[in-house]
């Protein structure tokens, strides 16, 4: 007489099971059934790949976690062989001057401590670098592919343990002062373009964001007759052209003083 047993693979990553000697098939014919004879001695041995998982053990008419179980049949056997993808590690090197105060968005993954995370092995993982009140990301090396809006998406493909680098710019800010009327014209800070603006002659504090060491270009401007640039009285363009360009590194402010003509 000859008796059905059936094997299961549970997580199926990269793993198999392979039974010696193969037996028949069953009747009707069913995946993961061979039919042995009574009292036959099989060995049923777990197969996987290494690099890409790993076997966590039997259930059923076998158990324990050694790759090779055997059985004696003396009935209908049922066994499992369960598999897991094996963890890959991603890493994320930050770079700049504001590469510790950025944000990084991981989706799915779970964390192995700071900037690191484990993924299944041959997913795609995506990681977002994200804009703070104090950086923001410049872009990404290292990655397969960097899709989106400026390259602050990047997808790491995981056949193994990788690492890529984000490089952060701290952000500044120049607190620009109009004394009187007038106005200042800023260049290249956040908006790219800026206008500070005074119509009175209590002045306005505009305050901008920049980059920290990008090159601004601050333009003082009569806006009405009678009132004149008299000079830059604080902050980088200190005692400076009327057109002065600049780089802050580091939170500041400058004034720019309007006179009225009487």
């Known amino acids: 007489r000859r008796f059905p047993v059936r094997v299961r693979v549970i997580g199926g990553a990269a793993g198999g099971v392979e039974a010696l000697p193969a037996g028949d098939a069953c009747e009707p014919e069913e995946e993961g059934c061979r039919r042995y004879g009574y009292g036959d001695a099989v060995t049923?041995?777990?197969?996987?790949?290494?690099?890409a998982a790993r076997f966590e053990g039997w259930e059923g008419a076998c158990s324990?976690?050694?790759?090779?179980?055997?059985?004696r049949i003396e009935g209908p056997r049922e066994l499992q062989a369960r598999f897991s993808a094996h963890p890959r590690v991603l890493r994320v090197l930050r770079?700049?001057?504001?590469?510790?105060?950025?944000?990084?968005?991981?989706?799915?993954?779970?964390?192995?401590?700071?900037?690191?995370?484990t993924f299944d092995h041959g997913v795609t993982a995506t990681v977002q670098a994200a804009s703070t009140d104090e950086a923001r990301p410049l872009g990404w090396t290292g990655c397969d592919?960097?899709?989106?809006?400026?390259g602050y998406r990047c997808d790491v493909h995981l056949e193994g343990d990788r690492s890529v680098r984000v490089a952060f710019v701290r952000r500044r800010t120049l607190d620009v002062v109009v004394a009187g009327v007038g106005a200042v014209g800023v260049a290249g800070g956040t908006p790219s373009a800026t206008v500070c603006e005074?119509?009175?002659?209590a002045g306005v504090r505009c305050p901008v964001r920049v980059d920290e060491g990008a090159e601004l270009r601050l333009t003082a401007v009569p806006r009405v007759p009678r009132w004149y640039f008299d000079a830059w009285s604080s902050g980088p363009c200190?005692?400076?052209?009327?057109?002065?360009?600049?780089r802050v590194f580091a939170d500041a402010e400058t004034r720019a003083t309007f006179r009225e003509l009487f």
Do not use: I, Q
């Open 44 to 51: 049923f041995r777990a197969r996987w790949d290494r690099d």
């Open 64 to 71: 324990g976690a050694e790759a090779a179980c055997t059985l």
């Open 95 to 117: 770079e700049g001057s504001g590469g510790a105060l950025g944000a990084l968005v991981v989706e799915a993954g779970t964390s192995c401590g700071v900037d690191c995370w």
């Open 145 to 150: 592919a960097t899709p989106g809006h400026r």
């Open 198 to 201: 005074s119509t009175s002659s």
């Open 238 to 246: 200190l005692r400076g052209p009327r057109s002065c360009v600049t």
